[in-house]
């Protein structure tokens, strides 16, 4: 009887290691920031960290590696069989097996991948903010925007796994480039990476007047500027959000259209940001679902767990995997 | 045991009702213009012809409508009990419990209804172009555009049923305004109503000058004209049908992202001129699906049975509910 199980959430920006026992409980946390060194050997940096963290979680455990299961939850299209085939936001790690990476390096057959969104979506399902709902879509706003799809109560994971890439929607043709290649993707509007760009974009506009005043020019405003001043109520500041929130109600109002889910779980490193955003998003929804009154209450709630959903998911998946 | 069913299809300009065997065989077939009156009884010009269209076929093949099962697919957002909620391209019905007034009006207790574009999607799934196929979309372009998703092998209907909106689904921020009473949906660049909509504006803005000079004057050119031209190698008629097909593949490869489908089935009133448009809409794929050479091919066929895909489909829900 295994009591626990390691899952680790790798971002674009930092990787997340949790014990998690069966009941949901984390027991301990390790996190490093995620390397994005390109190397010959690809996904060989990630590996190493990941490796270097697990042990590191291990050694204060009193655990061995080689026999807890461990899963490692990846952004961007996992195929079935583990292999990370597309990653914009981790390039050095695109096309590599890291279950096998991982396998090898910590001496384990118990290594297992999913994607991140997925195991995010796996652990409100059955721990948090979607216990008993069947349709729901999990929107992890991160770097980019990462999906977890659920209907009828199983996740949808399409032909090759590679279901709930919602970031790479396009919801404004022709729009801001984005890192996979196209244009107008939702996540260059919603997400970190798109609150980073349209922070700039607004200072150099002149958008954000105070801000460039305070920081002494447009190109020293980041993103968390605009967080802490709209939390203060600075009126430029809270235009932006705003502005934040309508896109990502856009994106959610898609979603809806397609999948009639009803209900969406907001998580993510950006889920401090998101409390500043979800209000309006919510407001917004009423004028971009189609036939929003003619359904029943659409909502929309922070994960219950934040940024630790992914990796708590990760470690259920790991369960799963192993029971 | 029952050997025939009956189904109707009511899209935004004609209805089509056929008498379908088990196996698939369309035994008659009447069809009739879709009434648009605005009456006070909501659905009632509607279900009149419905019933009329119902009880020729009736007359023809010696059969009793009260003991013929009999569905009825409608464009727009259904609910699981029937109720058609919202019908955008079918304002004089929307709100309608269609199901109760034919049944009343053909005395049956054996009259159920569905989402056209579901409708389509299990005719196609069971005797068509998605056989054997467990994870695709079908996509009807008609007046507007409908969807019926299938994920591994279920139909997938959302948590009132009303999944599969997908031209309602936004590609253009702000764009083109939709009936629906939004900005920038699918359905306005890439079915029907798209096609007379960038025709008009392409009329106007001097980007198909042979075919206003053979018409006399901007406004007298219309979507089939264009189409006409295409099919006869006309380069502006040619341009403007490879932009419809680069919409199309904008929003097919939205639905890739999110649902990793892999699979879609072209079908609806649209569909001839959609023979114009699919092979530009393939091509177009490759540069709009994220980590497009990451994946096996995504195919894009026509439906095997054009605009009689949804009344078949209906048949075969009438056979279902009644089995």
Redesign the interface.
Same mark, same amino acid.
Request: charged share 20%.
């Given at each position: 009887m295994i009591d626990v199980a390691i899952g680790v959430d790798v971002g674009g920006t930092k990787a997340l290691a949790l014990v998690v026992a069966r009941d949901g409980r984390v027991l301990a946390e390790v996190q490093a920031p995620t390397p994005h060194l390109n190397s010959d050997n690809i996904g060989g940096p990630t590996a190493d960290v990941v490796t270097s963290i697990i042990n590191e979680l291990c050694s204060r455990q009193g655990l061995d590696s080689s026999e807890v299961p461990i899963c490692i939850g990846l952004p /961007?299209?996992m195929r079935r069989d583990g292999r990370l &085939?597309?990653a914009?936001n981790l390039r050095s790690a695109s +096309?590599a097996d890291l279950g096998a990476l991982l396998g090898a390096s910590l001496s384990s057959a118990m290594v297992f991948c999913e994607n991140d969104a997925n195991c995010a979506a796996l652990c409100e399902h059955e721990w948090g903010a979607a216990r008993g709902i =069947? =349709?729901f879509v999990m929107v992890t706003l991160g770097t980019g925007i990462g /999906?977890g $799809?659920v209907?009828?109560g199983?996740l &949808? @994971?399409?032909?090759? !796994?590679? %279901? +709930?890439?919602? !970031?790479?929607?396009? $919801?404004? %043709?022709r729009?801001a480039a984005c890192h *996979? /290649?196209?244009h107008g *993707?939702w996540e260059r509007y919603a997400s970190g990476g798109g609150l980073n760009r349209m922070t700039r974009e607004a200072a150099i506009e002149g958008r954000l007047p105070t801000l460039v005043a305070q920081r002494g020019n447009a190109a020293a405003v980041r993103a968390e500027d605009v967080t802490e001043a709209a939390a203060q109520d600075l009126d430029e500041a809270v235009v932006l959000m705003k502005e934040i929130g309508w896109?990502l109600a856009?994106g959610l109002?898609?979603?809806t %259209?397609?999948?009639? *889910? /009803?209900?969406f779980v907001i998580g993510g490193g950006l889920s401090r940001a998101s409390d500043l955003v979800l209000p309006s998003a919510r407001e917004y929804l009423a =004028?971009?679902v189609? !036939?929003y009154s003619? @359904?029943?209450a659409i909502t929309v709630t922070s994960s219950l767990f934040g940024p630790r959903s992914g990796a708590m998911g990760a470690a259920l998946v790991a369960f799963e995997r192993t029971s």
């Open positions: /961007g299209m &085939v597309y914009p +096309g =069947d =349709d /999906g $799809v209907a009828d199983r &949808v @994971r399409g032909r090759s !796994g590679f %279901a +709930g890439e919602i !970031g790479h929607m396009v $919801v404004e %043709a729009g *996979c /290649g196209a *993707c896109w856009l109002a898609n979603l %259209a397609i999948l009639d *889910c /009803g209900h =004028d971009l189609e !036939g003619a @359904r029943p």
